[in-house]
């Protein structure tokens, strides 16, 4: 990752194929090199604390898709994490038990077990934390601990899933925070026509998402942040375009300048699949999300120093937006 990071920044200055002094021997290596840093992981990370087991995963998926989880049985996990719709809901704002809605966008949950903390402010230590959040949210799923408890111990089946997951048929809190984190972590990106190119098929992508795919590493500064298998080195930017008492990760640093209006750096896989965009849902589409990134956002202290005018031409933005649609999968 460290090796990324600078590749990412000296593209940001002098996009790949324009090295002073540099061979085409090296300007090879070095692309080959940007290519590899994007291949997925070969395995999950689960904690020591809550290790993987096929059936804590299959109690989890049990309760991500059960509207029990809700105060009037008709809101499940899946409700703003839906799988048909790349693991979010097609919503500018989160909709749960109020139907006037959350004040921001629910996330995708698409590679989420690589991207903690969690939360537009990162609030979220790691998904075992994210839990209780939405379920006893008041306009979320709005359903306390205690009655969550009782409805599971009351309905035929859960007692045995969560025997067979942990040895006993005890439901507490903490076991169902571990099962669900678990079969989240199980959500992962499946293989896109991006993929396929980086190891090795040049037909995968058209030309034309090649030069994007060079653009995004060098003159657009989309890899300072958007970076790795994921797209997504998991930090907070601020990118110009929230205001007022929408401060992000600055509500929970208040005496920090660089944090003030910053958000966490989504993920970009099936990111084609996902409008609208921004924590808040601001934004209809990826064409209109190049449009800002190339005008920069407002001019502030707490500003990412990647947030300036790019100068794109006509021609490098519709490279760019056919680059970010080789990153959708193909329906499981």
Not at 69 to 92: F, K
Not at 161 to 177: L, P, Q
Not at 217 to 241: E, M
Request: with cysteine; charged share 20%.
């Amino acid at each position: 990752m460290k090796v990324w990071v600078s590749l990412a920044l000296l593209a940001a200055f002098v996009p790949l194929g324009q090295r002073f002094g540099a061979t085409a021997a090296e300007i090879s290596s070095e692309a080959a090199e940007i290519r590899a840093s994007y291949r997925r992981a070969v395995a999950i990370p689960f904690p020591d604390g809550n290790p993987y087991s096929a059936q804590k995963a299959a109690l989890g998926k049990m309760l991500f898709f059960d509207p029990l989880l809700s105060r009037s049985r008709t809101v499940s996990c899946a409700t703003c994490h839906n799988p048909s719709l790349s693991w979010g809901d097609g919503l500018a704002r989160a909709v749960g038990e109020d139907p006037k809605g959350l004040p921001l966008r629910a996330p995708t949950l698409i590679d989420v077990a690589f991207t903690e903390p969690l939360g537009w402010d990162g609030k979220f230590k790691d998904l075992e934390a994210v839990t209780f959040g939405p379920i006893t949210g008041r306009a979320n799923m709005n359903l306390t601990e205690s009655e969550l408890i009782d409805r599971l111990s009351a309905t035929t089946g859960y007692a045995d899933a969560f025997a067979s997951a942990y040895g006993d048929r005890a439901i507490t809190r903490s076991r169902i925070e571990a099962a669900l984190a678990t079969f989240q972590r199980t959500i992962v990106a499946g293989e896109s026509p991006f993929d396929r190119w980086i190891m090795g098929d040049e037909i995968a992508i058209s030309a034309g998402a090649k030069r994007g795919f060079e653009i995004f590493n060098g003159k657009a500064r989309c890899a300072n942040c958007h970076s790795g298998p994921s797209f997504t080195d998991g930090s907070f930017q601020d990118i110009g375009t929230a205001r007022d008492s929408d401060v992000g990760r600055g509500r929970l640093f208040p005496s920090s300048q660089k944090l003030r209006y910053a958000f966490k750096t989504p993920t970009l896989r099936n990111v084609a699949q996902r409008a609208p965009y921004m924590h808040d849902g601001s934004i209809a589409t990826l064409e209109e999300v190049i449009e800002l990134y190339d005008r920069g956002g407002i001019d502030r202290p707490s500003r990412s120093p990647s947030i300036t005018p790019l100068f794109l031409t006509t021609s490098e933005k519709a490279d760019l937006l056919a680059f970010l649609q080789t990153l959708t999968a193909a329906p499981h």
